[in-house]
């Protein structure tokens, strides 16, 4: 069974960065493909980031240019470096990963079968 353990949340300012890891419990992004979901308080969560075991990656349009996705297979991690982050961007931020049709970066979450616990961000004015 695969888990995955986001680390890496906390409070910001706005305008700040912060760096998301999500470690897997095997060598698994050769493989799977990797997400990042966010949710915010009454909110449905939502796709963020996902990279494929080739290197596709997928952003949905609010963070195309302030977040950026990575893999590293030699130590199990997926990453979500966050620049220039909003308000809008607090929510608590879940890693998620697939080997099903793993090398499409899709977006919904039902593409994932495993699901990390999650990390809060704050962003703050």
């Known amino acids: 069974q695969v888990q995955l353990v986001e680390s890496g949340g906390g409070l910001v300012q706005a305008g700040g960065s912060l760096r998301l890891s999500c470690a897997a419990s095997?060598?698994?992004?050769?493989?799977?493909?990797a997400a990042w979901f966010r949710q915010a308080p009454g909110k449905e969560r939502e796709f963020v980031a996902a990279?494929?075991?080739?290197?596709?990656?997928n952003y949905t349009d609010s963070v195309k240019g302030r977040f950026a996705i990575s893999t590293d297979n030699a130590k199990n991690t997926v990453g979500l470096q966050m620049y220039s982050l909003k308000p809008e961007d607090t929510a608590a931020y879940y890693c998620?990963?697939?080997?099903?049709?793993?090398?499409?970066?899709?977006?919904?979450?039902?593409?994932?079968?495993?699901w990390g616990g999650g990390t809060q961000v704050t962003v703050s004015l």
């Open positions: 998620a990963a697939s080997d099903r049709g793993a090398w499409v970066p899709m977006s919904a979450k039902s593409d994932y079968q495993h």
């Open positions: 095997g060598r698994i992004f050769s493989t799977h493909r």
């Open positions: 990279i494929t075991p080739s290197g596709s990656t």
